[in-house]
């Protein structure tokens, strides 16, 4: 089994899905309470929550399924933070930071599954 905590991938998905909860929900309208803002919250703790359940399985197939299933959240949270600023519920310098943060987890991801999937390939040959 693997430690996600060993993670650089987890800990940049977990910082991002603080930062959302604490600087870019925590400041949305009332009326957000139940909808947008639980729809970013949800969609960026799945991710670093996808990272820890892979982490639990017992093969390389299962892993980067999980890593996938992170991947496709981290999109999910990528467009609802889109969303957030067009409707104006976040100002432009932290939309910016949480770019970059998102950009960052995605690359991650991306490099992580690539790597998986080669050595898989090249050890089943």
């Given at each position: 089994m693997r430690n996600y905590k060993n993670y650089d991938v987890w800990q940049k998905a977990h910082e991002l899905c603080l930062f959302i909860y604490r600087e870019i929900t925590s400041v949305f309208p009332p009326?957000?309470?139940?909808?947008?803002?639980?729809?970013?919250?949800?969609?960026?703790?799945?991710?670093?929550?996808?990272?820890?359940?892979?982490?639990?399985?017992?093969?390389?197939?299962?892993?980067?399924?999980?890593?996938?299933?992170?991947?496709?959240?981290?999109?999910?949270?990528?467009?609802?933070?889109?969303?957030?600023?067009?409707?104006?519920?976040?100002?432009k310098e932290k939309y910016e930071i949480v770019s970059e943060m998102i950009n960052k987890v995605k690359a991650m991801l991306i490099g992580l599954i690539r790597a998986i999937r080669?050595?898989?390939?090249?050890?089943s040959k």
């Open positions: 009326e957000e309470k139940y909808g947008l803002a639980s729809q970013l919250r949800r969609a960026s703790s799945s991710t670093p929550l996808n990272i820890v359940e892979g982490c639990g399985r017992n093969s390389d197939k299962d892993f980067v399924r999980f890593l996938d299933m992170a991947l496709g959240f981290t999109h999910e949270t990528e467009y609802c933070l889109l969303l957030t600023f067009e409707l104006g519920f976040v100002q080669i050595t898989t390939t090249t050890f």
